[in-house]
């Protein structure tokens, strides 16, 4: 897996924002054709076969259709990680792709949020591209609702899958996120929703960062299908960011980058990656992972990120 | 007479586990667990940095009298003469 990261331009102005998209970021660096080209070619010699998009907000890239364009030529399928507020032209070209080429991943604004501004938007994304759109949230603070998402997809008949992420502390910058001592309140939730969706068979899959203890033990027969994507994080996903540097992830992009290279494949980048990774890994993100029966066994103790954060180092 | 200080390096840092303490040394890209005892001799000499005050904690911690109590840091030090700066 590998993400390619078009632009830090967004239209949106998300708090726990990973990419430092939100807040004050006045960067707009958006990635070159020919840099787009060399991360196909580095996609092909990893042997990956799907392009995932990100940004940002990749739809802002004055080339995204193009983008688009050549990766399918190729033969990738496409992966649009966006937040919704898609441009009319850009939407009705997304609608008209294949249903088997593209899949969209929205993060979507809480019906109830005081500031929803792009909501409608969001909306009319969800109304034109329907099986192709899986809702998603990231998750910030513990008093967040999770039952929507379930409307969502009964409304605009949407891909039966919720896609639930943590949002994780970027090294070095002040972004909200999801505190570790929150993590069992939202594994309440998280329950919740699997309640609800269970009558749907709606899936519902993890992003990283989620970790087993998280939830009761007389829940995990419930969520035994969630619980494979638990407690496995912090492999590098790998991120190619428009100026042409591979990070870990983006809470990790103060930690460690590696320029692209013509000869690098995915695997030689992870194995770097990790290696510099290795001394924060003996520990979890609770001073109790240690102590825990599933540390390095079915988990590997959480967000790095944060766990760079508890040794209060400079880590650079 | 100067009092007799101590400090991290630069570069070290730690998590407070459970059962003990990780230290972490940036430079060379290490860590390494410390269990209790030892780790509680760590906690107090990483947070002060005058040998003295930590010596009169650590020997009330561990109930050991003043020498002993000298001897069991000064070991302690010893192996972690790597991770602590001494002054005086
Ligand atoms: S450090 Fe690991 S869990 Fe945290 S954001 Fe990166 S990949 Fe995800
Ligand atoms: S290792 Fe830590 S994060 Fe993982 S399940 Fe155990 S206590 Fe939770």
Redesign the interface.
């Known amino acids: 897996m590998a993400n390619l990261s078009l632009t830090d331009k967004c239209n949106k102005q998300c708090t726990y924002c990973f990419a430092g998209s939100g807040n004050n970021n006045t960067n707009n660096a958006f990635m070159t054709i020919d840099l787009f080209q060399t991360a196909l070619n580095y996609l092909k010699r990893s042997g990956i076969k799907q392009v995932r998009l990100l940004g940002g907000e990749p739809t802002l890239h004055p080339n995204f259709v193009n983008f688009v364009d050549i990766a399918l030529e190729n033969n990738f399928e496409i992966m649009l990680f966006t937040n919704g507020l898609i441009n009319a032209k850009t939407l009705k070209y997304l609608h008209e792709l294949p249903l088997g080429k593209l899949k969209v991943l929205m993060n979507t604004i809480h019906p109830n949020e005081k500031n929803n501004s792009g909501q409608k938007q969001q909306e009319k994304t969800m109304k034109l591209l329907g099986k192709k759109l899986i809702v998603g949230v990231n998750i910030f603070n513990e008093s967040q609702d999770l039952l929507y998402l379930l409307d969502y997809i009964q409304k605009y008949q949407l891909k039966n899958e919720i896609r639930l992420g943590i949002a994780h502390p970027i090294l070095g910058k002040q972004n909200a996120y999801l505190h570790p001592k929150q993590y069992k309140t939202i594994g309440e939730k998280v329950l919740a929703l699997k309640i609800k969706v269970m009558k749907y068979n709606t899936s519902l899959t993890f992003d990283c960062g989620f970790v087993p203890c998280m939830f009761a033990p007389e829940y995990h027969n419930i969520l035994r299908n969630e619980l494979k994507n638990t407690g496995k994080c912090c492999e590098p996903i790998l991120d190619l960011m428009p100026n042409g540097k591979f990070i870990s992830c983006y809470p990790l992009s103060n930690f460690h980058s590696m320029n692209i290279k013509e000869q690098s494949t995915s695997n030689e980048i992870k194995q770097v990656f990790n290696?510099?990774l290795?001394?924060?890994k003996?520990?979890g993100i609770f001073?109790?992972?240690?102590?825990c029966s599933l540390f390095n066994n079915a988990c590997n103790g959480g967000c790095i990120s944060y766990?760079i954060q508890?040794?209060?180092?400079?880590?650079q | 007479m100067q009092t007799a200080t101590i400090q991290l390096k630069q570069g070290i840092g730690y998590a407070i586990e459970e059962n003990g303490v990780t230290i972490l040394n940036n430079r060379l890209h290490k860590s390494e667990f410390i269990s209790y005892p030892d780790a509680a001799i760590w906690l107090v000499l990483a947070r002060n940095n005058d040998l003295k005050v930590s010596q009169k904690m650590i020997s009330a911690i561990l109930n050991l009298e003043k020498n002993k109590c000298n001897n069991y840091i000064n070991s302690c030090l010893n192996n972690w003469k790597n991770y602590f700066l001494f002054n005086g």
């Open positions: 290696k510099q290795e001394p924060y003996l520990s001073p109790y992972c240690k102590t766990r508890r040794f209060k180092i400079e880590y």
